[in-house]
């Protein structure tokens, strides 16, 4: 039994600190894609970046200070040219990686009258800090997945409010209820 | 008179060099001729050229030729991480930029299905 409990700890451990990774097949669709954005920064680079950030210009200002705490930046973005080009199975290796209780879903929209999905993850990190976020916005023509792992503050998110055109997100709601799954029709 | 004529054929008699004589001279012509194609000492290149033969300025010519080297590399690392540097700035601002709209993608859809937008 107690064998049994320190292997669940442990499993439960490693899974909390595991790193997102991006499953090799989604890269295979930048073959498909007519456009396709591919960003990976790990912490290196966004320190690197973060001194040729200009502290004047205010969304790089901005964008300075949050890449502060983070430890990496991944973006997969395809546009295809038609309908159909990718599956849902295409990003499900990377969604199943976003389990519980590492992770939440605070926002889950799908419309299977317009064929697109949008779901937003965060990642229970120290305090109240966020330790990750994952963005999955599935459009019948294009597909984004966005991962930022690091500690964020969610005050530097709420700022981040009308820059980059990021919406403000009321993370001060944290202890409200269960969460729920929101799907249209 | 024969004896004028007898004192003049002794005084131009034919008379075989010394030993060694024609290896002297020899030897001195090529030293001359040697002398002759070496850098020159005179005017100012050949002073310049002479004074960078001294050993000192040898050295001082190999100092700064490393510390050209060096500073040529250096220079050239800087260049390079500035360049890597603006790659990552450019790709966090397009990172952030992706990420905020499809925030809004996803809360304009959340509005639009008409529930409250965040809970956790």
Excluded: H
């Amino acid at each position: 039994m107690r064998i049994g409990i320190v292997f669940l700890a442990a499993t439960l451990a490693c899974a909390w600190a595991q790193d997102i990774k991006m499953p090799v097949g989604l890269e295979k669709l930048s073959a498909k894609a007519e456009e396709s954005v591919d960003v990976t920064l790990d912490g290196n680079l966004l320190q690197l970046a973060g001194k040729f950030l200009s502290d004047k210009d205010a969304d790089e200002a901005q964008a300075k200070k949050l890449i502060g705490g983070l430890k990496s930046i991944m973006v997969r973005s395809f546009t295809f040219s038609k309908e159909g080009e990718y599956n849902p199975a295409d990003y499900e290796a990377f969604r199943a990686q976003l389990q519980p209780p590492a992770w939440s879903r605070i926002v889950g929209a799908t419309s299977k009258r317009d064929g697109d999905n949008s779901e937003v993850y965060l990642k229970v990190g120290e305090g109240s800090q966020i330790g990750g976020l994952v963005v999955i916005a599935a459009e019948p023509k294009e597909l984004t997945i966005v991962s930022i792992a690091g500690s964020i503050q969610p005050e530097d998110i709420v700022k981040l409010g009308g820059q980059f055109g990021i919406p403000k997100l009321d993370l001060q709601q944290k202890k409200a209820g269960p969460k729920k799954e929101r799907e249209d029709e | 008179m024969s004896g004028f004529e007898d004192e003049l054929r002794e005084a131009l008699r034919r008379e075989e060099p010394p030993e060694g004589f024609v290896g002297r001279v020899m030897a001195r012509i090529q030293s001359r001729e040697q002398a002759a194609d070496g850098p020159e000492t005179s005017g100012p290149w050949g002073r310049l050229s002479a004074a960078f033969r001294a050993p000192r300025l040898r050295w001082a010519t190999a100092c700064a030729a490393v510390a050209l080297l060096v500073g040529g590399l250096e220079y050239r690392a800087q260049r390079m991480e500035r360049a890597e540097g603006e790659r990552a700035r450019r790709q966090v601002m397009l990172a952030l930029r992706i990420t905020g709209s499809k925030l809004r993608l996803a809360q304009a859809r959340v509005r639009r299905i008409g529930y409250a937008p965040v809970e956790r």
